[in-house]
Nanobody
């Protein structure tokens, strides 16, 4: 079994910053792509940023230039730093990881439960 747990969400004023963390644990052999998604009320889930095991990153246009995704492969953890937060960044942020299990040696996509980010104007 693989579990992902996010942390670091909360309330912040517009213009502020947040750093989200997501730690993967369990029977993990390898993690390929890790990413952050968000879903605002009444909207579809969207990709915020992703990072490969080699460090290649990809950002949504809405956060490009004010966010940084990084990962610690030794800790199976991915981070998302968002600066200059805007009210439209308000959403539930979930992390996703493409994981090869330690015993089955097959790839699977796993999700964390999410962490709420609320940006006040």
């Amino acid at each position: 079994q693989v579990q992902l747990v996010e942390s670091g969400g909360g309330f912040v004023q517009a213009g502020g910053s947040l750093r989200l963390s997501c730690a993967a644990s369990g029977s993990i052999f390898s993690i390929r792509l890790m990413g952050w998604y968000r879903q605002a009320p009444g909207k579809q889930r969207e990709l915020v940023a992703s990072i490969s095991s080699g460090g290649t990153t990809n950002y949504a246009d809405s956060v490009k230039g004010r966010s940084t995704i990084s990962r610690d492969n030794s800790e199976n953890t991915v981070y998302l730093q968002i600066n200059s937060l805007k009210p439209e960044d308000t959403a539930v942020y979930c992390c996703n990881a493409n994981v090869m299990g330690q015993y089955l040696l097959t790839w699977g996509s796993y999700w964390g439960p999410g962490t709420q980010v609320t940006v006040s104007s």
